[in-house]
């Protein structure tokens, strides 16, 4: 299996049922005529996720493309999605990325509404599914880099809720120079602690 090239689900299922799980797969690969894939949960999912819980689930995909006409399992991620979903009778989501090609898909479903699906850019998409997951950007990044997710979002920038990239400052900026207001303040205050100290020396 390509580490780089991967295909997972995120379930918000309180059981779950990885039999269930697989018929449900079953049943929209056998509508597409497709073979039924492998699936199997994701044991080293991220705390924050297993706290907002998401469960998840991995399908396994071949490396390079599969010959003849036989389509590969993510190019269908939107239709299993939404079966999950209604199957579920709760919010699931599908992700595939393509690191190599710095790509990614993600379809959100929930009962009763329409979907949401965006693609692109592998950072723009893990962003905005972070978003739908109610988790951080590196929360996610971790699910899909391991190590490499501190280096591959935060190596010489921070990103803003809005998404763009906000430079940090070469230095701090320094403290502007006392004025003589300032001054005056820090006398009286000086002059009020030593006081203080005076009268609790006094009560001992």
Request: aromatic share 6%.
């Amino acid at each position: 299996m390509s580490q780089q090239r991967r295909l997972v689900l995120f379930l918000s299922d309180v059981e779950g049922n990885l039999t269930a799980l697989r018929q449900t797969l079953k049943g929209v690969c056998e509508g597409l005529d497709l073979p039924t894939p492998e699936v199997k949960w994701v044991e080293a999912r991220p705390d924050a996720l297993a706290d907002g819980g998401w469960h998840v689930a991995e399908i396994p995909l071949v490396s390079g493309k599969v010959s003849g006409k036989v389509s590969s399992p993510e190019e269908h991620l939107d239709a299993m999605t939404q079966a999950l979903s209604k199957d579920f009778r709760d919010r699931s989501m599908g992700m595939y990325v393509d690191r190599e090609h710095s790509y990614a898909r993600v379809c959100m479903a929930a009962p009763s509404r329409p979907p949401k699906a965006m693609e692109g850019e592998y950072l723009d998409v893990l962003r905005q599914a972070a978003r739908w997951l109610d988790v951080e950007t590196t929360t996610l990044a971790r699910l899909f880099s391991g190590n490499a997710a501190r280096n591959l979002l935060a190596a010489a920038v921070d990103f803003g809720p809005d998404g763009k990239a906000v430079e940090a400052p070469a230095h701090p900026p320094q403290p502007p120079e006392p004025d003589e207001d300032d001054r005056f303040v820090e006398a009286k205050l000086a002059q009020a602690k030593q006081l203080m100290d005076q009268y609790l020396n006094l009560r001992k």
